[in-house]
């Protein structure tokens, strides 16, 4: 609400209130209004864990009291029974054009900070612009919506089992990720927890042989792209349902080239050859073994069992790279924008829940 359209109200004058109104004034920016000597500032994002509490006082560092949230964002609430910091943030907010004034209820847009009118100055200087990093919680800025892929159908997959306890609760974790970023590195956790349990499997076995025990320990030394090879070349099996993923980077070209050649590694099965890629994707059905052996030739692709360990060794590379990149922001990482969500959920995220059913099938 404007300060004219709250000045109109009169609201000193009115005896029918939730709380009675003493002051009524701007902060010296004009970029607040000022009632009972407190300043309503809307809070447009905040941490899900704050929403279950009533109010959160905020403390300075010297532990005094400076203000109050109120996480009020889509609160429906009866307007005659607002306390103070809830009726001054309502007041704040109502717009008396498209809403009655102290209709029976209101649903709330924002949360709130209540903030004491002397610490005012203070928090604009200090702590205002960095409030995401100290309290969780911004005033002026709302991370983009994720990208939401369009579902139709869902196609179940047999013979499914869990390795491990821990792969059960990681894949309702996974769930609950709204992000694809965040939910692909829990998706990825199926496939580091699996090398794990199979190498200690495989270290309990061997009771009293020491011997092959320095030999299975020095595994864990292993880098992270060889567990992930172990892994996927162990348990996976259907190389046509692999690449028929894979086909579809066809649609995120320019992404993979950064990703997968401009920030490319030694272990890149195409050599960070990014021609290599496009004339295969050229070809009618992309990475079909017939395409990759008249395009990669010798040592890559010339014979079944050699085009099959391409595939798999390529899907490693491209889940992995992926992966680095999204744990990852520091120098030598591709580091994503959030508009590049999409090639996460579309290609990326696909791509990887092929490898976790073709794994988790081969438990039996």
């Not at 209540?114 to 005033?139: M, P, Q, R």
């Not at 595994?219 to 996927?232: A, G, H, P, S, T």
């Not at 680095?324 to 508009?339: P, T």
Request: proline share 3%.
């Amino acid at each position: 609400m404007k300060i004219e359209k709250l000045l109109l109200l009169d609201l000193f004058d009115l005896e029918d209130l939730p709380v009675g109104i003493s002051s009524i004034g701007q902060t010296i920016d004009k970029n607040h209004f000022v009632i009972n000597n407190k300043v309503p500032i809307p809070i447009i994002d905040m941490s899900p864990k704050f929403t279950q509490n009533p109010y959160i006082d905020v403390l300075n560092e010297d532990d005094e009291n400076i203000g109050t949230i109120y996480p009020l964002k889509t609160n429906k609430e009866a307007i005659m029974s607002l306390n103070e910091g809830k009726f001054i943030a309502y007041l704040d907010e109502v717009d008396t054009d498209t809403h009655e004034f102290l209709s029976d209820e209101y649903e709330f847009r924002n949360n709130y900070l209540l903030l004491d009118i002397e610490h005012y100055a203070e928090y604009k200087e200090k702590y205002y612009d960095y409030s995401a990093i100290w309290g969780e919680f911004s005033h002026d800025k709302e991370f983009p919506a994720p990208y939401l892929k369009s579902v139709e159908t869902i196609r179940v997959v047999k013979n499914l089992k869990f390795p491990t306890d821990l792969h059960a609760d990681n894949s309702l974790r996974a769930i609950k990720q709204t992000y694809g970023f965040e939910r692909y590195l829990k998706l990825y956790h199926h496939l580091e927890l699996l090398y794990d349990k199979e190498l200690l499997d495989r270290i309990i076995a061997l009771k009293d042989n020491y011997s092959e025990l320095g030999v299975l320990i020095k595994q864990f030394e292993r880098k992270e792209i060889q567990r992930l090879d172990n892994v996927i070349f162990n348990h996976c099996n259907d190389i046509d349902r692999i690449a028929h993923r894979m086909n579809k980077i066809e649609d995120y070209k320019d992404i993979a080239k950064k990703i997968f050649f401009d920030f490319g590694k030694d272990s890149n099965p195409l050599n960070n050859d990014f021609s290599l890629l496009e004339n295969i994707l050229m070809e009618q059905e992309g990475f079909t073994e017939e395409n990759c052996k008249t395009i990669l030739g010798k040592n890559k692709a010339d014979t079944t069992k050699k085009y099959q360990k391409f595939i798999l060794q390529l899907s490693a590379y491209w889940i992995y790279r992926v992966r680095c990149s999204i744990a990852h922001n520091k120098i030598g990482e591709y580091i994503f924008s959030h508009d590049e969500e999409e090639f996460i959920v579309e290609f990326a995220e696909p791509l990887l829940n092929e490898i976790i059913y073709q794994v988790l099938q081969d438990q039996e």
